[in-house]
């Protein structure tokens, strides 16, 4: 026999029922009360027992599980009910709730397997999210009606740091602060540019000038000092502990760097004499649920054997959840932190210095709220190894990075793919190409989407020295005038210009399978394009400036053999591409041998002329499986990184699948060097490198970035979060008049706080919190008053940007204040549901069972607020409460015998294998 669940909403329908008849029929107002009909009266509520509409939790759970329909429109669903729309709409959101927790019922049973728990999870979180549109679209003039808390204020998650012009390097000394730092005491010179009213002034710092001094850290700074004080300048330094404080706000042990101060009208920046390149690989650590982003950097790459500069991971923001100590007191909990995924899927040296990364994330980064499921990431960092920004795109659905350029004005480039809303773009269909320009401090410039009605993707950019951007990727439809040629997808190669705008698009390939897996700017301007073609490699040049002239030329390299292709470098007229190849791929006899594997990194080094000709094939692997995911050639040496199953060159493999990097003689294809790192859980794997040309100097020892310093970042909102400029939200107050709230992409905390108070008026203040996170956005309302917060239009809410979930603020005045109060907004229902459920698990199913069931009882309590008769409202609330004798109203006695009939009913149980919920 199936359990009968029984709301407890109807057991305190009985007993008010029963209270009413003891007090009603002591007034003067019961006969009026009992000589009419409340407006629908005769209407059973959907959870009543004389309702047509009343259904056994597997009933609904049997019909929602085939239609995958949970919220229905009112309208429709209680087309036959002759009541007003503000009780349709409640009706059609309890029977909503009620399909929801049919599913919670089941899942929270312990003998539901995790197979069928998976499957009834899906279909919850696709009710969730008909819950949630639900919300959005239903307007009620009786009441208010909370999805989530009744408020006394609101606090935005996101918060966006105040900068300091302060900066604070890395460890540079362990050990007693007064004691020499070893890393110093060689020929140490670097150089401190500082610009200032427009004029540049160079500060030689040479700690040879220190003679005899001891160089520990107090001397070296107050050397420093001196030379900047010499040159007129505000800027400083000093010596501070490294670390994290503890909880006297001490940093323990003895880790030791540099503080620079400085002020706002001078620009830092650092160079050193001598500089060498440096190595910077970047990609995955870790796998599904632990990937994080790895970023290494390699120096001394002439040395043969490189060392270590710096290896760092760059984590989305953790979940935080509280959990019971272990063998703790009752009730002692800790605070418990569980990683979210982040990939690097790209890789670019900056102008001045350090590195821009690319890739996706599916939560928050450095407290940047997502509005999809998942979103770009784009990061830089500094030649320390800072991160100095990061960026997320504001997809509303699901968007990640694929490629990454950086032009001669330092400005950086994104390519990839989107699906949903994005801002004011086009949602053409299926997923999209999307590129985005943003300036060297990571403010988006423009944005442009494009693609046909099935899936595209962008895959690889480059852009030209005149700042022509080349975007290159696969199609599965038809766009920018060329027909789809095809096959699954077409290749394809847009232009476009520096402001934006569309030059020109052409088709790659034939009827086949074709995707453009790398670009590159040739020597003189053109564009080379690599593609797989049905599993060929094919390398073309196009003519820059002609998008319907065939190609240059075009070089067929032969069958990948199961493999890919990684990246395209040039050097002059040489030209240089990468990936992974099976045995079989032989573009020409390899001067370095396939190792045997599955597949091995491969380099195929070409001439550039009126046609293109193979000088070498080599292959860079091990006995296993490897490839190659990145190129780049610098002072005639290539250098390529990927992932390997095995040893390269006699390395060891470190973990179960390394990242490795490599360097080769342009020349010959010959082998220097190679170096392999682990990840997480013994995985990582390199997606693409860089080059930074100065990066290697003594200004690592000293834990500063080469190029110009950031001290802080831009305090915009679109800029700092997921917001677009556009996004928007709802004011009302007191039930009035919904007002729009919209972001534009200047908009600071403070400037919002502007907007808001304008449409508030007198009735609630919104102003901005300082937190040590940073500004935040808190709004209250005024005693006596109601502000409701609605959610922005689907993809474009700005409330989700900003961590704010749609609700209710209320001020009901002091609990100290006996005065009376009044208030002119209409009652206010909070139905609690928590931001996020899940049945995923037993206790999680059951969390969201009594959240649902919860909430289904305050939707039916809300109905009888706006049903009651205002007589016996009076009466249960007024002067004459708690009287009783008279004569009690017949539509009162009948409610109660109802009541009472049915709760016999359940008393006696339900027919065999039925189930009841009310």
């Known amino acids: 026999m199936a359990i009968v669940g029984i709301n407890q909403s109807l057991l305190t329908s009985w007993y008010s029922a029963r209270v009413t008849t003891a007090t009603v029929g002591s007034s003067p107002l019961a006969q009026s009360a009992a000589g009419r009909n409340q407006a629908g009266e005769d209407v059973a509520a959907p959870w009543e027992l004389e309702s047509e509409n009343l259904q056994t939790l597997e009933e609904m759970r049997r019909r929602v599980m085939a239609t995958q329909d949970f919220f229905l429109d009112p309208g429709r669903e209680f087309s036959d009910v002759d009541a007003p729309d503000d009780h349709k709409a409640l009706f059609s959101l309890h029977q909503g709730l009620k399909r929801l927790v049919s599913l919670a019922e089941e899942a929270r049973d312990k003998t539901t397997n995790d197979a069928r728990r998976m499957i009834l999870e899906k279909a919850f979180q696709n009710g969730l999210g008909q819950l949630d549109e639900y919300f959005q679209g239903m307007r009620l003039e009786e009441l208010t009606l909370l999805k989530g808390e009744e408020l006394r204020k609101i606090e935005s998650d996101v918060a966006v740091s105040r900068g300091l012009s302060q900066f604070k390097s890395g460890i540079i000394h362990t050990g007693e602060y007064d004691a020499e730092v070893p890393s110093l005491t060689g020929d140490v010179q670097f150089n401190i540019s500082v610009k200032k009213n427009g004029v540049t002034t160079d500060v030689a710092i040479n700690l040879a000038d220190m003679g005899g001094q001891t160089r520990n850290l107090d001397n070296i700074v107050a050397h420093i000092n001196t030379e900047l004080e010499a040159a007129g300048m505000v800027t400083r330094f000093e010596r501070t502990k490294i670390g994290e404080k503890n909880d006297i706000g001490v940093i323990p042990g003895n880790d030791h760097g540099f503080l620079v101060r400085g002020v706002s009208t001078e620009q830092i920046s650092f160079s050193a004499p001598a500089a060498q390149p440096a190595l910077y690989f970047a990609g995955v650590s870790g796998i599904n649920e632990t990937a994080g982003g790895q970023i290494v950097k390699l120096t001394d790459l002439a040395s043969g054997d490189p060392s270590i500069g710096y290896s760092t991971r760059f984590s989305a923001d953790p979940t935080k959840s509280e959990v019971d100590v272990v063998g703790g007191e009752d009730g002692e909990t800790r605070t418990k932190l569980v990683d979210n995924p982040l990939e690097i899927q790209a890789t670019a040296a900056a102008a001045d210095g350090g590195i821009f990364v690319v890739g996706k994330t599916t939560a928050s980064t450095d407290g940047q709220t997502l509005k999809g499921e998942q979103d770009l990431v784009l990061a830089k960092y500094d030649s320390a190894g800072n991160r100095v920004w990061s960026r997320v795109l504001g997809a509303a659905d699901d968007a990640e990075g694929a490629s990454v350029a950086v032009d001669a004005d330092g400005n950086v480039v994104v390519t990839g793919q989107v699906t949903g809303g994005l801002g004011d773009t086009t949602d053409i269909g299926g997923s999209d190409s999307f590129v985005a320009k943003y300036n060297a401090a990571g403010v988006e410039q423009w944005v442009q989407r494009f693609g046909g009605t099935g899936d595209d993707k962008g895959t690889a950019v480059a852009v030209g020295d005149d700042g022509t951007i080349y975007v290159a990727g696969k199609a599965a439809s038809a766009f920018g005038n060329q027909p789809h040629q095809g096959g699954v997808s077409d290749g394809y190669l847009r232009a476009i210009g520096t402001d934006g705008q569309t030059l020109w698009t052409r088709r790659i390939g034939d009827t086949g399978d074709e995707t453009v897996s790398a670009i590159a700017v040739a020597d003189d301007g053109n564009i080379l394009v690599a593609s797989n073609e049905g599993g060929t490699a094919v390398l073309r040049k196009f003519d820059a400036s002609d998008n319907t002239a065939p190609a240059l030329w075009e070089q067929s390299l032969g069958d990948l053999d199961d493999g890919s292709i990684g990246g395209i470098a040039v050097d002059g007229t040489d030209v240089y591409i990468t990936g992974a190849a099976g045995s079989a791929f032989a573009p020409s006899a390899p001067v370095g041998a396939h190792n045997g594997g599955v597949r091995d990194a491969f380099v195929v080094k070409l001439t550039d002329g009126a046609s293109a000709s193979v000088d070498y094939t080599t292959f860079v692997g091990s006995d296993s499986d490897d490839g190659a995911a990145g190129i780049q050639v610098f002072n005639g040496k290539v250098y390529i990184a990927g992932k390997t199953l095995g040893g390269i060159n006699g390395d060891t493999l470190n973990g179960e699948r390394d990242a490795f990097a490599a360097q080769l003689d342009a020349a010959t294809g010959a082998l220097d060097w190679s170096h392999q790192m682990s ?10 490198l860089a080059i930074g040309a100065g990066d290697d100097s003594v200004l690592d020892a000293l834990g500063l970035p080469s190029g110009t310093l950031t001290y802080s970042d831009t305090r915009v909102v679109t800029d700092r979060s997921s917001a ?8 009302s107050v007191d039930g009035g008049r919904r007002k729009k709230i919209t972001i534009d992409g200047d908009d600071t905390m403070r400037s919002l706080t502007f907007k808001i108070n304008a449409a508030l008026v007198l009735n609630g203040t919104a102003d901005v919190r300082r937190s040590s996170d940073g500004d935040q956005l808190r709004i209250k309302a005024a005693e006596g008053k109601t502000i409701e917060l609605f959610a922005g239009a689907d993809g474009r809410d700005l409330l989700e ?86 004569t009690v109203p017949a539509y009162y006695s009948a409610q109660l015998a109802n009541y009472q009939a049915g709760l016999s009913r359940l008393s006696a149980g339900p027919p065999a294998g039925a189930g009841l919920f009310l």
């Open 679 to 688: 990840g997480r859980n013994g995985l990582s794997q390199a997606t693409g």
């Open 801 to 886: 940007s900003l961590g704010i979930q749609p609700g209710a603020i209320v001020n009901t005045g002091s609990l100290l204040d006996d005065d009376e109060k009044t208030s002119d907004s209409p009652p206010l229902f909070a139905l609690e549901l928590p931001v996020s459920m899940s049945l995923a698990d037993e206790k999680s199913a059951e969390s969201a069972f009594e959240a649902i069931q919860d909430a289904m009882s305050k939707v039916q309590r809300a109905y009888r607020e706006i049903t009651m008769d205002p007589a016996l409202k009076a009466l249960l609330e007024g002067p004459q409460a708690g009287k009783k004798g008279g």
């Open 724 to 731: 677009r400029e556009g996004d928007h939200f709802y004011v």
